[in-house]
């Protein structure tokens, strides 16, 4: 009975947050065309570089949107709900933390897939790209433990608005800045400087990039790319448990300190 | 058996160096309706914001129906549900659609949720023509009969209203309070109000406590409490227990924040 409960809940997340979209309709048609054009001017960059270099930067452009999405979906959750004021009541809901933030993390999988294919379509049929010879199950399985290392990382993050409600913003902004930064979305990551290098191998983005360049390009199957999928793997079920749990001792810091309330 | 029950309850804040409540101790009986009455900032939201599991204390125990706030916070959670001074909702969404969030949350069929809500909306004379419209299109009072419908619909045993009237216009005041009053007549509900009205206290609550500066001045029944300190109205009482007229003890809560 408790378990159908969670289950519900979890549901009322989505739709929740599939009324909002519907909602903010104009400024999700802004966003969707703003991203659009702007995958393109990115993949326009590469034409004089010839065909696979388009295809190299799209990529990046496409899993980058796909990757922050998620990211920014469950970290921003708290800080969302501290400034439209339904924090207390969320949080006085009687469910477990883990569906609400899985609940968060359905609707960001959700909204980012979609978000991402109708981005892929327009950018094809603009640059006239094909996936000819690529790997596209082995692509898929490769995105899908991309997003739980980033629904980890987002996890983890999310505890920083509930501690702190604006710097904890602040900080999600940072540091998704230094992901995009150090993870090779556009460039490979031995054009960075010698001593930011090292930081790359700490973003699960760097690896995602490096696997999904190397099954849509280069055709590698599952099989070769096994020792990266399993590395990502192993970040999300180290990262998801390790964002719980620190967004448990958050809660009971903010219950603590008074600041698991809203804004104003 | 008790509803609430708490026992010497301290809690402060230390960035904004208040003390916010101080030695709180009191119980309220399943079925009372159990009035905290105090200026802006004497502590009654805090005093809430514990009972509702969002908050711990310093020190001190809180129990809802013999579980313990802090300890057992699911336990309370499905027992209780608050209405707060400002109608928290998703503005954009429409009063259903914020409802039918809530139902989710607290696992109550939609279609029953919906026919709930719609009665209680209906008894507090909210036109039902408007519960499609997004809540950034209502009145004040219109959000507020909603934040009511929201916490009722779950059939808690324990409804916390910190401040429900407040700053609403004199029509949706009365009709939020005759609600709350029948509810009283025809319920066993238990509930706990926060009020800066008097007069509210006085209509609709068994018991009166006089909050000040976050510690329990008084607490009685209205007419006990008028007869001990001699006077004919609740803010008497208040200048009496404390000393201070209660305009000054506001001020000093603005101060301090």
Same mark, same amino acid.
């Given at each position: 009975?408790?378990?159908?409960?969670?289950?519900?809940?979890?549901?009322?997340?989505?739709?929740?947050?599939?009324?909002?979209?519907?909602?903010?309709?104009?400024?999700?048609?802004?966003?969707?065309?703003?991203?659009?054009?702007?995958?393109?001017?990115?993949?326009?960059?590469? &034409?004089?570089?010839?065909?696979?270099?388009?295809?190299?930067?799209?990529?990046?452009?496409?899993?980058?949107?796909?990757?922050?999405?998620?990211?920014?979906?469950?970290?921003?959750? &708290?800080?969302?709900?501290?400034?439209?004021?339904?924090?207390?009541?969320?949080?006085?809901?009687?469910?477990?933390?883990?569906?609400?933030?899985?609940?968060?993390?359905?609707?960001?999988?959700?909204?980012?897939?979609?978000?991402?294919?109708?981005?892929?379509?327009?950018?094809?049929?603009?640059?006239?790209?094909?996936?000819?010879?690529?790997?596209?199950?082995?692509?898929?399985?490769?995105?899908?433990?991309?997003?739980?290392?980033?629904?980890?990382?987002?996890?983890?993050?999310?505890?920083?608005?509930?501690?702190?409600?604006?710097?904890?913003?602040?900080?999600?902004?940072?540091?998704?800045?230094?992901?995009?930064?150090?993870?090779?979305?556009?460039?490979?990551?031995?054009?960075?400087?010698?001593?930011?290098?090292?930081?790359?191998?700490?973003?699960?983005?760097?690896?995602?990039?490096?696997?999904?360049?190397?099954?849509?390009?280069?055709?590698?199957?599952?099989?070769?790319?096994?020792?990266? &999928?399993?590395?990502?793997?192993?970040?999300?079920?180290?990262?998801?448990?390790?964002?719980?749990?620190?967004?448990?001792?958050?809660?009971?810091?903010?219950? /603590?300190?008074?600041?698991?309330?809203?804004?104003? | 058996?008790?509803?609430?029950?708490?026992?010497?309850?301290?809690?402060?804040?230390?960035?904004?160096?208040?003390?916010?409540?101080?030695?709180?101790?009191?119980?309220?009986?399943?079925?009372?309706?159990?009035?905290?009455?105090?200026?802006?900032?004497?502590?009654?939201?805090?005093?809430?914001?514990?009972?509702?599991?969002?908050?711990?204390?310093?020190?001190?125990?809180?129990?809802?129906?013999?579980?313990?706030?802090?300890?057992?916070?699911?336990?309370?959670?499905?027992?209780?549900? /608050?209405?707060?001074?400002?109608?928290?909702?998703?503005?954009?969404?429409?009063?259903?659609?914020?409802?039918?969030?809530?139902?989710?949350?607290?696992?109550?069929?939609?279609?029953?949720?919906?026919?709930?809500?719609?009665?209680?909306?209906?008894?507090?004379?909210?036109?039902?023509?408007?519960?499609?419209?997004?809540?950034?299109?209502?009145?004040?009072?219109?959000?507020?009969?909603?934040?009511?419908?929201?916490?009722?619909?779950?059939?808690?045993?324990?409804?916390?209203?910190?401040?429900?009237?407040?700053?609403?216009?004199?029509?949706?005041?009365?009709?939020?309070?005759?609600?709350?009053?029948?509810?009283?007549?025809?319920?066993?509900?238990?509930?706990?109000?926060?009020?800066?009205?008097?007069?509210?206290?006085?209509?609709?609550?068994?018991?009166?406590?006089?909050?000040?500066?976050?510690?329990?001045?008084?607490?009685?029944?209205?007419?006990?409490?008028?007869?001990?300190?001699?006077?004919?109205?609740?803010?008497?009482?208040?200048?009496?227990?404390?000393?201070?007229?209660?305009?000054?003890?506001?001020?000093?809560?603005?101060?301090?924040?």
């Amino acid at each position: 009975m408790r378990a159908r409960t969670e289950i519900v809940s979890t549901l009322g997340f989505l739709e929740r947050n599939l009324s909002l979209v519907k909602r903010y309709l104009g400024w999700e048609i802004v966003f969707m065309t703003y991203n659009i054009v702007n995958a393109l001017t990115i993949g326009f960059i590469g &034409v004089t570089q010839g065909k696979q270099f388009v295809m190299y930067l799209t990529i990046g452009a496409l899993i980058w949107g796909f990757l922050s999405v998620l990211f920014h979906e469950i970290s921003e959750s &708290v800080a969302w709900e501290r400034w439209e004021g339904t924090i207390e009541y969320t949080f006085m809901a009687p469910i477990h933390r883990f569906t609400q933030l899985f609940g968060s993390c359905l609707f960001a999988i959700v909204y980012g897939l979609i978000r991402t294919v109708l981005i892929l379509l327009a950018v094809a049929l603009f640059l006239g790209l094909s996936l000819k010879g690529a790997d596209l199950g082995a692509a898929f399985v490769v995105l899908v433990v991309s997003g739980l290392s980033f629904i980890g990382l987002g996890l983890v993050a999310a505890i920083l608005p509930l501690m702190s409600t604006e710097k904890g913003a602040q900080a999600t902004h940072i540091m998704e800045a230094v992901i995009l930064l150090v993870s090779g979305v556009y460039y490979d990551v031995s054009v960075l400087p010698k001593w930011l290098q090292p930081l790359s191998a700490f973003s699960p983005a760097t690896y995602s990039l490096r696997a999904l360049r190397g099954a849509l390009l280069e055709g590698q199957s599952l099989a070769e790319l096994w020792p990266t &999928v399993l590395l990502l793997l192993a970040i999300g079920v180290l990262l998801i448990p390790l964002g719980l749990i620190a967004f448990n001792q958050a809660e009971i810091y903010a219950k /603590r300190t008074g600041k698991l309330k809203r804004n104003g | 058996m008790n509803a609430i029950h708490c026992r010497n309850i301290n809690k402060h804040f230390k960035k904004k160096k208040v003390i916010a409540l101080k030695e709180i101790e009191f119980t309220v009986p399943k079925g009372e309706t159990f009035g905290i009455i105090g200026p802006n900032g004497s502590g009654k939201s805090t005093l809430v914001r514990i009972l509702s599991t969002l908050l711990i204390p310093d020190t001190g125990s809180a129990t809802v129906f013999t579980h313990d706030v802090v300890k057992s916070p699911m336990a309370v959670r499905r027992m209780i549900n /608050r209405v707060s001074v400002d109608a928290a909702f998703f503005k954009k969404l429409s009063a259903w659609e914020n409802l039918r969030y809530a139902a989710r949350l607290y696992g109550v069929p939609k279609q029953q949720a919906r026919e709930r809500t719609l009665a209680i909306l209906d008894s507090m004379g909210f036109p039902k023509k408007r519960f499609d419209e997004p809540l950034e299109e209502l009145s004040r009072g219109m959000q507020q009969k909603v934040a009511i419908a929201r916490s009722l619909f779950t059939s808690p045993i324990l409804l916390l209203l910190d401040e429900p009237t407040t700053g609403l216009d004199p029509r949706s005041k009365r009709e939020v309070q005759d609600f709350i009053f029948g509810l009283k007549r025809q319920t066993d509900i238990t509930v706990l109000l926060t009020t800066h009205d008097m007069a509210e206290a006085e209509t609709l609550c068994d018991r009166i406590a006089i909050i000040n500066g976050g510690g329990f001045i008084a607490v009685d029944k209205a007419e006990r409490l008028k007869d001990r300190f001699g006077v004919n109205d609740l803010e008497a009482v208040f200048m009496r227990s404390t000393g201070r007229e209660w305009e000054e003890s506001e001020q000093d809560a603005e101060d301090r924040d």
